[in-house]
């Protein structure tokens, strides 16, 4: 009888060191999980576990939280903000993408470089000019405000250039000889053959706008204008004089959204990143 053979020992260190990161990356979602679904007032770092005790008491935190709260506006107003910068960056991007990879023009290098080179500035050098052109345009405290400054990304016109690339040239001119417009050209043959990436940018986009503190604190100084990470912020204040289970109830109400969308979609997220940086 033929003993069964054990796996390489590399094998086994790479699992190791595997489940080793996804435990210290769910932690602390886990601990903050135990927090909320906890007795009222129960010393979790005195009595420390591993579990919820009491699955009611963490339901009646969640929901004293929605009613008591404008937290129910601030995820409409998360929402409809990342809804309207993800239609922005995926109409920009692409429409901008679609001419610099197929097509030729007079200083396409220049403008494409000085896109590149936007990567490079970083984002507090740019937040007072950005904020002093939204004042003067009137749109402080407005969704407009919040939005338009974020529609441009530098990284999805990168990340979409890549995928347009490899478009074969003769599509593009079979679809001309058929009589298509350049608009033609690019919605019906462009835009489906990069649906991949579309959508891994749509994903980025979404998680990287409902975490974004910075500009909304900023724009928005109204209280019916804040979003989830500013009301979040008022519960983290030191002088808000929260409990620590209903600080966690309002920061476990916050991070579901961005962790569905990893969860659903991470796949799509690591195949857009490959691919975009072998394509082209």
Known sequence: MTGMSLPPIWTILKWALALSIAAVALFPIWWMVNVVFAL????????PRLWPTSIPAGIDKIRLILTETDFL??????????????AG????????????????????????????????????????????LTSQLGWLNTMQGLVIPGVASAFGLFMLIQFMRAIPMDMIEAARL??????????????PLCSNALVTLAILTFMQTWGNYMWPLIVSSRPE?????????LFNSP????TVDTV?????????????????????????????GTKG
């Open 239 to 242: 002088l808000s004089h929260q």
């Open 40 to 47: 009222p007032g129960e010393p979790v770092s005195l009595n």
């Open 178 to 191: 058929d009589g298509a417009s350049h608009f033609q050209v690019y919605w019906h043959v462009a835009l």
């Open 73 to 86: 506006r601030a995820y409409g107003i998360s929402l409809l903000y990342a809804v309207l910068t993800i």
């Open 248 to 276: 966690m109830t309002a920061n476990l109400l916050a991070a579901i959204p961005p962790l569905l969308f990893f969860l659903i979609f991470q796949r799509k997220i690591v195949e857009g990143i490959a691919m975009s």
């Open 225 to 233: 204008m804040y979003t989830v990470g500013q009301v979040v912020g």
């Open 89 to 132: 960056v995926l109409i920009i991007g692409s429409l901008a993408a679609f001419e610099f990879a197929l097509f030729d023009f007079p200083g396409r290098k220049l403008l494409f470089g000085i896109v590149m080179l936007s990567l490079m500035v970083p984002t507090a050098v740019t937040i007072i000019p950005t904020y002093l």
